[in-house]
C-alpha cells in the first residue's frame, strides 16, 4: 500500500521526525547505508529550512517512480522528499542554490548540496506565496543515459496526502511504458483508510502488466482486478509519443486537465466506480500531445474550486513540483486537504533535460 509520511514542521522536534521517514522510506526502497544517510540530510536539510526560512511547513515523504522511465528497464524506486510551505520565498534563488550558502544552525548543507547529493532536485519559490522543494534519491546516484525515442523525453512526477495525517493514502498513481507508449494513472480507493489503499494499490500492481493496452482496454482489466474491493475512481492518460497522440478514459471523480499552449480544458470521466460498478460502455478520448502539453490529474480531495494558474502549466518544472503548487495554492495553513489527496502531472522533458 502507497506508505506516505506527512510531517508537519512547526518546532525543532519535528525535524528529527523527517529525518526518521527519510530513513523509514529509504528502507522500503531498498537503498544502502550510504544513499539512506543521503536521503536523512536532505529532509533534514529541507525541514530545518522550512523552520528558519518560512515558519514552518510540511514535508511529505514517501517511495516513487523516477520520474523519466527507461525503455525495456524496470524503473528503480527512489525516495521522495517535498518541503511545501506558505512562507515569504526565496528571494534570490541562484544563490540560495549556490554551495556554501548555508542557514545558521542547520547542519550546513545547504541547499546546493542537497540538489548535488540528490538524483533529482527542482524548486519553484515566489515571493508572498511560499516555496516547494522536491528532492528524490535512489539506490546509487544516476546520471540518466540518453534515451533512444519521443517516449524517452516525457517525465510524470506526482504528491500524495494522506487525510488527517493517516499512514496510508487511499489514493494512488503510478505510471509505465512500453516503447512509445506512456501510461499515466491515478486511482482513488472508495474512502480512506486501509481497505480504499488495498483498492488503489491492487489498480497499480494491474497497471504494471498492462503497459501494452489502450486507455480503454486498460480501466477494463483494472475492473476485474478490482472486484471484491471496494472500488475505485480511475483515471488512466496514455501519450503515444512517437504519433503524438494523448489518449484518456476514466470512471469516477478523478479529475484530468490539459494545458494545450496555455489554454485548459478538461478531459471527461464517465460516472461509475472501477471494480463495483464500471458502465457498460467506456468513452476513450484521443487528442494532439505536443511539446507545450501539461496534463494533470487529481483526486477530488482537491477542493472543487481549484483552478490553473500559469505555473501549473511550465514544462520546464519538475511534475512532482507543479502538483506540490497546486495541492499547496489549494488549500492553506487553516484549511488543510480535506480528503487523501494526490495530483499526478505529465510533461515534456525540457530541451536541457530534466
Given at each position: ?41 536532505v ?13 514552518g511547513?510540511q ?50 548543507a ?32 544516476e ?90 475512481a ?100 487553516a ?20
Amino acid at each position: 500500500m502507497p506508505r506516505v509520511w506527512d510531517v508537519p514542521v512547526h518546532d525543532s522536534t519535528r525535524v528529527r521526525d523527517a529525518r526518521v521517514a527519510a530513513e523509514h522510506a529509504a528502507a522500503l526502497a531498498g537503498l544502502d547505508e550510504q544513499r539512506t544517510s543521503t536521503a536523512a540530510l536532505v529532509a533534514t536539510e529541507l525541514a530545518t529550512n522550512l523552520l528558519k526560512h518560512a515558519g514552518g511547513g510540511q514535508v511529505l515523504i514517501d517511495v516513487v517512480a523516477p520520474p523519466v522511465l527507461a525503455a525495456g528497464r524496470e524503473a528503480t524506486p527512489r525516495v521522495q522528499i517535498a518541503a511545501v510551505d506558505h512562507g515569504p520565498g526565496i528571494a534570490d534563488v541562484a544563490a540560495a542554490l549556490r554551495d556554501g550558502f548555508t542557514t545558521t544552525g542547520s547542519l550546513g548543507a545547504g541547499l546546493g548540496t542537497c540538489a548535488r547529493l540528490a538524483d533529482d532536485f527542482d524548486l519553484h519559490s515566489v515571493p508572498g506565496r511560499g516555496t516547494v522543494v522536491v528532492a528524490r534519491v535512489g539506490a546509487v546516484p544516476e546520471v540518466r543515459a540518453a534515451d533512444a525515442g519521443p517516449a524517452g523525453l516525457l517525465r510524470a512526477g506526482a504528491v500524495n496526502v494522506p487525510f488527517g495525517g493517516a499512514e496510508y493514502s487511499g489514493d494512488a498513481w503510478a505510471w509505465v511504458r512500453d516503447g512509445d507508449l506512456v501510461t499515466l494513472m491515478l486511482a482513488d480507493g472508495l474512502g480512506h483508510g486501509p481497505e480504499a489503499a488495498h483498492a488503489s494499490t491492487s489498480a497499480v500492481e494491474t497497471l504494471r502488466t498492462s503497459a501494452h493496452l489502450r486507455p480503454a482496454e486498460a480501466v477494463r482489466r483494472l475492473d476485474r482486478a478490482l472486484s471484491g474491493t471496494r472500488g475505485a475512481a480511475v483515471a488512466v492518460a496514455q501519450v503515444d509519443a512517437r504519433a503524438g497522440v494523448l489518449r484518456f478514459a476514466g470512471v469516477g471523480n478523478i479529475g484530468a486537465r490539459l494545458c494545450e499552449g496555455g489554454t485548459w480544458r478538461h478531459l471527461v470521466s464517465r460516472p461509475g466506480i472501477v471494480g463495483t460498478h464500471r458502465p457498460t460502455t467506456l468513452r476513450e478520448e484521443e487528442t494532439a500531445w505536443a511539446d507545450d502539453r501539461v496534463l494533470v490529474l487529481h483526486s477530488d480531495g482537491l477542493p472543487s474550486r481549484w483552478s490553473p494558474t500559469p505555473d501549473t502549466c511550465r514544462t520546464a518544472t519538475d511534475p512532482a513540483v507543479t502538483a506540490a503548487v497546486t495541492i499547496r495554492d489549494a488549500s492553506s495553513p487553516a484549511r488543510p486537504v480535506r480528503d487523501d489527496t494526490a495530483v499526478a502531472v505529465l510533461a515534456p522533458t525540457p530541451p536541457d533535460g530534466p
